[in-house]
């Protein structure tokens, strides 16, 4: 991608209304552009970002056992009567009407809608167990939206729901999730460390948020700092018994403000490891047995013939969120750091002098021979001064920036620096595309 083409808006300047350091960012480096409170635009290079996520997210479900649908944002009104949680739900609910006065509601998540399609289709408990996710827009009136796409009202979730035939098959699926969160957020580059949660308006007696430790998080956390370390499961697990990766991270105290017990953090963690940070909620599950399946008859004939209501958990992460997440955990004070993993580019090739053939010619060699690597290249082509290409290339965060100028084509070298760690090394093009390979 060539920059002089590309709808890159960058600012100089934070809007003042931005509080928080990736919101700033974000602002800044042209990813976002507020519509309303708490309604952004995602520019180019911010959706290149939430693409990424989305399907590092999308394959860890996958890899679990989950299957991707498609539900609609608009649901109607009638299905949230058959749960309760029609009037219950409150004003975070944007509630609609169309030209027939049927009543609609953009949706908060989807436990009722999910429940009415299995209950269309899914009749025996030959069926199960079955996990069926999709990554959709969300709506809820927020009363504070702030920190941009931290606490949006429109924001892009990931939801999960598990059917299955009973509570010990059901703790299977929510354990297969467990699992595929910790080796989600590892991929991105977080620590999210699993602490019990309440459950809120979706209900359910277990539950775990997924917390990313950061200053400006909205919640207050407790736990054990060995669990902050603790590396994720990884994908050669037996998907069918996690009952041991489950045990080992609940073992040790974790808890959100809600459910804190002060005596029981200091009973069972010892002094030193007691942590008691701020964090970032990117990830939260839930099972709550058949709290939809009851009330909107969603049973399957079990294998004695009779009729069962199904359990049911569900499963959400912020694919928006974590954006947020991620650039609070890697940033300098010249901007972003992406993790490789999920970079909106791999490498930008900054070109010093474009009025120079010569620098031009070798520029342009270079995207090549990354791109015929795999490579995503990003080519800063625009007539700036290099300061100004430079700090645009540390603003946007891009892993590694590839710098060719007069002097550099003369000697035949280029310059290659890692965003995250400012190391720079002056090298021949070929030993450049042989390290980043
Ligand atoms: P919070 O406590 O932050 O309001 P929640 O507990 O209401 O979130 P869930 O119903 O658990 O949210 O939703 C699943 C995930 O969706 C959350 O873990 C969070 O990452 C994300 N999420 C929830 N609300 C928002 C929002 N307003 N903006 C962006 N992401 C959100
Ligand atoms: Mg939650």
Redesign the pocket.
């Known amino acids: 991608m060539r920059l002089s083409r590309f709808f890159m808006p960058i600012l100089k300047e934070a809007p003042s209304d931005a509080q928080i350091v990736s919101h700033q960012l974000m602002l800044r480096a042209g990813m976002i552009k507020q519509e309303a409170a708490?309604i952004y635009a995602w520019l180019p290079l911010g959706l290149r970002v939430l693409n990424r996520i989305e399907q590092i997210v999308r394959e860890e479900q996958e890899r679990a056992g989950a299957i991707e649908l498609l539900m609609p944002t608009l649901q109607l009104a009638d299905l949230w009567r058959e749960s309760g949680r029609y009037e219950a739900y409150g004003p975070e609910m944007l509630r609609i009407t169309d030209r027939h006065e049927r009543e609609l509601l953009y949706g908060p998540?989807n436990e009722e809608m999910v429940t009415d399609i299995f209950r269309g289709f899914v009749k025996s408990y030959k069926s199960l167990p079955l996990n069926l996710f999709h990554i959709q827009w969300k709506f809820?009136d927020?009363r504070r939206?702030r920190f941009g796409?931290?606490?949006?009202?429109e924001?892009l979730?990931k939801?999960a729901y598990s059917f299955d035939i009973d509570e010990a098959a059901a703790r299977k699926a929510y354990n297969r999730m467990f699992a595929a969160y910790l080796n989600t957020f590892a991929r991105m580059g977080l620590k999210a460390v699993p602490m019990r949660a309440d459950t809120?308006p979706?209900g359910g007696d277990l539950s775990h948020?997924?917390i990313v430790l950061a200053e400006t998080g909205?919640?207050q956390v407790f736990c054990d700092r060995r669990l902050v370390e603790m590396p994720p499961p990884g994908n050669d697990v037996d998907w069918d018994d996690l009952q041991g990766v489950f045990d080992e991270r609940t073992s040790m105290y974790a808890a959100t403000e809600e459910m804190h017990d002060a005596a029981r953090f200091e009973a069972e963690t010892p002094e030193a490891d007691r942590l008691t940070a701020r964090g970032i909620?990117?990830?939260?599950i839930f099972y709550f047995g058949t709290k939809y399946s009851a009330p909107m008859k969603a049973k399957v004939a079990g294998p004695d013939g009779k009729d069962t209501e199904v359990h049911m958990g569900s499963y959400?992460?912020?694919v928006?969120?974590l954006l947020g997440a991620i650039i609070e955990a890697s940033h300098d004070e010249s901007g972003i750091i992406w993790p490789d993993a999920v970079a909106p580019f791999d490498v930008v090739v900054i070109n010093l002098r474009v009025s120079d053939e010569a620098v031009c010619v070798a520029c342009e060699a270079a995207v090549e021979a990354l791109e015929a690597a795999g490579k995503v290249v990003l080519y800063d082509d625009t007539d700036e001064r290099p300061g100004g290409k430079f700090a645009t290339a540390d603003l946007i965060g891009v892993p590694w920036q590839l710098t060719i100028g007069p002097k550099g084509v003369a000697e035949g070298v280029v310059e290659l620096k890692r965003r995250a760690t400012g190391e720079k090394q002056t090298l021949s093009l070929d030993a450049a595309l042989e390290l980043l390979r």
């Not at 796409?149 to 009202?153: D, F, S």
């Not at 909620?281 to 939260?284: A, F, I, L, Q």
């Open positions: 708490g998540t809820r927020e939206p796409v931290m606490r949006g009202r924001f979730m939801d809120g979706i948020e997924f909205e919640s909620e990117v990830g939260h959400g992460v912020g928006s969120r």
